[in-house]
């Protein structure tokens, strides 16, 4: 058995599942995927982020529309994600958003975002940490949550080795099986 983690954006995740190049893949999305069977096997909170510098990061509660008259860090917007994470946005009154940057790694976002460039939306795991240490401050907006769907791809009809649905329920403490027929 050999390990490889490709790390890269949701549509190569997609093509390496499909062209079989991966036994498996992982990836955000809230709706199912083309021509994949894909599992939920954990939702993850997204929220509103900001430098410690920001004059959003001042105010008790920041509304939906407050935040659609601020730059974004965002991702790609022609990317799957960045289609997905647009629709949440309008599903809380945020429709359009003026990108002053795009980063798809969350260490360019991470600084852009602490240098002034503009606020995003976040995986609210990978913030944490900043946000304990105050490089960033978590902006406290009256919406609902947030919430993206961890995904664990696999190519229909292709047989799944007991090798990877182990590997999978170590990773995610549970057996996360293809979908039934």
């Given amino acids: 058995i050999q390990l490889v983690v490709w790390v890269g954006v949701q549509e190569e995740v997609l093509e390496h599942v499909q062209s079989g190049a991966a036994d498996i893949g992982c990836c955000l999305a809230n709706d199912p995927l083309p021509r994949l069977d894909s599992q939920v096997v954990r939702r993850e909170r997204l929220v509103f982020i900001a430098s410690s510098a920001h004059p959003l990061a001042r105010r008790r509660r920041v509304r939906p529309g407050d935040l ?5 860090v965002a991702p790609a917007q022609s990317s799957m994600f960045g289609r997905s994470l647009s629709r949440l946005l309008a599903g809380i009154g945020i429709d359009g958003i003026r990108v002053a940057a795009q980063a798809t790694e969350y260490g360019f976002l991470r600084g852009l975002v602490a240098a002034g460039v503009g606020i995003s939306c976040s995986l609210e795991k990978s913030v944490a940490e900043d946000i304990r240490s105050g490089v960033l401050t978590r902006l406290d907006v009256d919406a609902p949550d947030l919430w993206m769907s ?28 293809a979908p039934a027929a």
Avoid: K
């Fill in 68 to 72: 659609a008259a601020e730059d974004f």
């Fill in 150 to 177: 961890v995904r664990v791809l696999r190519s229909p009809g292709r047989p799944v080795p007991p090798h990877v649905n182990a590997f999978t329920s170590f990773l995610f403490g549970r057996q996360a099986e």
